[in-house]
């Protein structure tokens, strides 16, 4: 267990328009197409960098009226990275549930209000809910299975608040992911990665 919020504060500072909203998913041992499959998707033109798949993702919604979903994805060892900028398909229970039917399914989400959202899922059981900038506040089966990792990741609780506290919730957000996977994000994929991408609807 080493990442921590400050491992990842390069994702405001290098792809500020992605960090603005997105949803960052990673399945385990499923491919990405079988990623897509799950959530009734199809398949979009691939596209290479950030800048890319965000740019497609406001021109598909722009295209289908705000009734899909643009999907980037790639394979990170025995997990699929999926990105949704500007989405939210993978924290959504109804999707993500189903989706992690015989696999492990962490995502979390924060878009330009300021909503947030992180889902650790399991066999299709909830294991874990909860905002990032509230992290006292916890749903699922075991909700509290993961308070030390979360307390190492920078989550900030209401008995560790201080003035000086730097408040890297979506930051700590990334690092709880990692600790579940043991996939890190590095500006150097996002960057140079050629996504198979898609689309869902968007119920």
Known sequence: ???????????????????????????????PLDVLARLEG????????VEAIVDAAFELLDRSDHTRQF???????DWTLMIEPVGYLGV???RALPGSAGTRWVSHFVNINGLDSFLWAQDTVERLTFEPGMPDRRWGTTPDDLLAAMHHCGFQ?????SDTAEHLAAEAAF?????????????????????????AEIR
């Open 71 to 77: 999907i980037a994805m790639t394979t990170l060892g």
């Open 92 to 94: 959504t229970e109804e």
């Open 42 to 49: 199809q398949r979009e033109p691939s596209r290479s960098g």
């Open 157 to 161: 609780f209401w008995d560790e608040i």
């Open 1 to 31: 267990m080493t990442a921590t919020a400050a491992d990842y504060v390069w994702l405001n500072e290098r792809f500020p328009d992605l960090a603005e909203a997105y949803c960052f998913t990673l399945v385990h041992n499923l491919a």
């Open 175 to 199: 690092a709880l992911a990692e600790h579940l996977s043991g996939v890190r994000i590095t500006p150097e994929l996002l960057q140079d990665t050629t996504f198979i991408c898609g689309s």
